[in-house]
């Protein structure tokens, strides 16, 4: 079944990048109007956000300041001229941001992991004319991260944006949540025309990390960033530790090498498409090194079944394991990758042999 996400307009694509910024929370009048007075200032900012309720993982930790802060996001609003979003996570609190003329809002990644929260938004939406911001399931599952769109897509909202905020897990790593790449990279190849704002904050967690991720989401074709600013980030009721001044948030987007997709060129087209060649001629010569590797795997397991062998011999497995690696960190290939490859060619090979193994003749 074609997804009606195909015909998603690709209405964010003029601004590159589309820089969205603003607090965590909606603390007070004072911090959120400073807030915005200086992002408004850095002139590198297209939305205010903050948060007015927020959806907090354990109790207890604040919860957002509520309806008073509408008041406050629409005096900066009408102070800095820019348009104002906040996050939603029931029908309540998309009619109290309708009735006070919100200009854009956004689920958060809580809400998108339930169905029956999004399509109660959704119904909370229906026939409304408003851009609507999607961020990917706590979880690592594009489908539901897709449901999640279509669902707000089949209420009418045309001006849709997924936001790509990392995943949790369970484990250590330097990030808050991990980027996963492949998985929002995987969304673009789905929706080409759907627009994608990545929030390096929420993923990092981490002052440090956010230029780094930053950069990578506008090396990999993002059309926005999503970064979380405080005048004061120390003192932060919410995600202290991610927050940034408008100055630093200034600094790092002025660091920012923004590409595009093609260039005018005509000497850089030649090169990348001589460089492009030497590609596919060497992926040609890849596949069909694998397709001899598969072929004397057919061998081995016939050898196997005429001398009554198991399939799988664990010191062979380490020995190539070993010698694989070495081989990879020699050259510069990361450890990850050899791993996830070897283990893919290890199970194509165990696969063929136990086909080979059960034939029979
Ligand atoms: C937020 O944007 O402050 C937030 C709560 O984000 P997420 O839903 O991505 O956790
Ligand atoms: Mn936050």
Known sequence: MESPLTHVQPWLKNHHPYLISGPCSVETREQFLTAARALAATGKVNALRG????????????????????????EARAETGLPIMTEVATAEHVELCLQHQFDMLWIGARTTANPFSVQEIAEALKGVDIPVFVKNPVNADLSLWIGALERI???????????????????QSIYRNKPMWEIPIALRSAFPDLPMVCDPSHIGGRRDLLA??????????????????HPTPDQAWSDAAQQITAEVYQQLIDALQIRQ???????????????RSQIDKIDEEVIGLIGERMRLAEHIGAYKKDHNMMIFQLDRWQEIIATRSQLADRIGLSKDFIDKFLEQLHKESIRTQTRVMNQTE
Do not use: C
Request: glycine share 14%.
């Open 51 to 74: 948060g007015i309720w927020k959806p907090r993982t354990r109790p207890n930790a604040f919860e957002g300041i509520g309806g008073k802060g509408i008041e406050w996001m629409l």
């Open 153 to 171: 897509y089949a209420a009418g909202i045309q001006r849709l944006v997924a936001i790509h905020r990392g995943f949790s897990y369970y484990g």
């Open 212 to 229: 780094p991720i930053a950069q990578r989401a506008m090396d990999l074709g993002f059309d926005g960033l999503m970064i979380e600013s």
């Open 261 to 275: 997709h093609n260039t005018n060129d005509l000497a850089a087209t030649n090169a990348l498409a001589s460089l």
